[in-house]
């Protein structure tokens, strides 16, 4: 088993979120939202934030991956399960738990233009900047972290996506 090392604890991802889930409801207030939230590594940070938010609003999720099994990017997305609700007219704000090189992000971006959505915004638990290839914008941000995150929905090979806090992964 690698060793973890604690780096966000479960009580400071909360705090946080309230606080995103604050703006989030300011910004959209009498605005049609629709939370999209991208699988698998999503789940349960768009769990806790819907459930912070005070305005209505709609929930669906698109699923990509490009990591697989491994922890470098193949750089190719392969969409496996699209968005099922009519984006069209309605403000969109893609849930995801972390941006790392930005591919996943900018193949998104250019997917959702297709949907014809009035706005589409970006909302990442995650900034991990330390190996950025595409310049994508994030709206609203969690945290800034680098290294080999996993817990609260972060895998390795499936595993730890489970774990209440967040921990670097030691190999
Ligand atoms: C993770 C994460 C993002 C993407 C970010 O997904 O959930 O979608 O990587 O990395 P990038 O900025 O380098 O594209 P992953 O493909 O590992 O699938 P998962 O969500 O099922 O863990």
Redo the contacts with the bound molecule.
Sequence with gaps: MPEQQLVLSSDRIQTRITELAARISADYRDKDLVLVG?????FIFLADLCRSLSIPHQVDFIR????GDSAT?SGTVRLSKDIELDLTGKHVLLV??????????AWLSRQLSAHRAASVRVCALINKTE?RECAVEIDYRGFNLDGFLVGYG??YAEQYRHLPDIYTLQP
Excluded: F, H
């Design positions: 991208v699988l698998n590594g999503a990509v991956a490009s990591y990017t995801e738990d972390i941006v790392d090189t930005g591919t996943t992000l190996r972060l895998d």
